[in-house]
């Protein structure tokens, strides 16, 4: 079967870095989607990546490393803003998107 | 419009009836989905479509059907809601099948 884990919830604090991580086990892989998902809104997209390494973007980094089948996503300099659903997604063999549960940021002053 | 609508926002339902919920977009992206979101299960894929005129099957596509007849539009087909379908719905869509996908703002369903 296809399993995407992430932490269900984490808590922070404003200013801070936190890494959200997220491990795969997937029928194949064609890259892994970031997402961000505020409150009664949709998801929108934060990062990509397909090769392994990691891909900078402000104040948001996303790792990845395939031979693990693990990926993180950084948040540094954490605003209030922040708090969110993050949400990891693979595309697997057949180009769709298999999606983690997403993990609940609480971003504490 | 741009980007990406849906209609309605919000809907309650009798078990039983029949609804369309309706999704356009206008940015000319090939590729269409409609998702539905639960607590705690994150997104499951109902239907897609990779072009105008083909639909696919997702994970949970049970109870519902999708047409695409032309780029822009995807509505997704409940024939006879039961309670279980409550949930948010979610339309995206995508330029290519492996692309970054955007997502419309939801619908609301409670089906009573």
């Given amino acids: 079967g296809q399993n995407i884990d992430q932490p269900t919830e984490m808590t922070a604090t404003e200013g801070a870095i936190v890494q959200i991580n997220c491990t795969y086990q997937t029928s194949g892989f064609n890259g892994l989607f970031w997402y961000q998902q505020h409150a009664g809104e949709a998801p929108t997209f934060l990062s990509y990546n397909v090769l392994d390494g990691l891909e900078e973007k402000g104040r948001f980094s996303s790792f990845l490393s395939r031979s693990k089948g693990y990926s993180y996503l950084l948040l540094k300099e954490l605003q209030m803003k922040d708090s969110a659903s993050y949400l990891c997604a693979v595309v697997d063999s057949n180009y769709q998107l298999i999606w983690g549960a997403g993990t609940k940021l609480i971003i504490k002053p | ?112």
């Avoid at chain 2, 000319?28 to 994150?42: E, F, I, T, V």
């Avoid at chain 2, 309670?83 to 869509?93: L, M, N």
Wanted: charged share 15%; glycine share 10%.
């Fill in chain 2, 1 to 112: 419009i741009a980007g990406i609508t849906q209609a309605p926002t919000s809907q309650i339902l009798a078990a039983g009836r029949r609804m369309t919920l309706r999704c356009t977009q206008d940015m000319r992206h090939n590729a269409m989905y409609w998702y539905r979101q639960d607590l705690g299960l994150g997104l499951r894929l109902i239907h897609y479509s990779n072009t105008a005129g083909t639909t696919g099957k997702g994970e949970v596509p049970d109870g519902y059907s999708v047409s695409r007849a032309n780029t822009d539009d995807f509505p997704l087909t409940l024939a006879s809601a039961v309670p279980s379908q409550t949930s948010v719905y979610f339309c995206a869509s995508s330029p290519g099948p492996q692309e970054t996908q955007y997502f419309g703002p939801g619908t609301r369903l409670l089906v009573l």
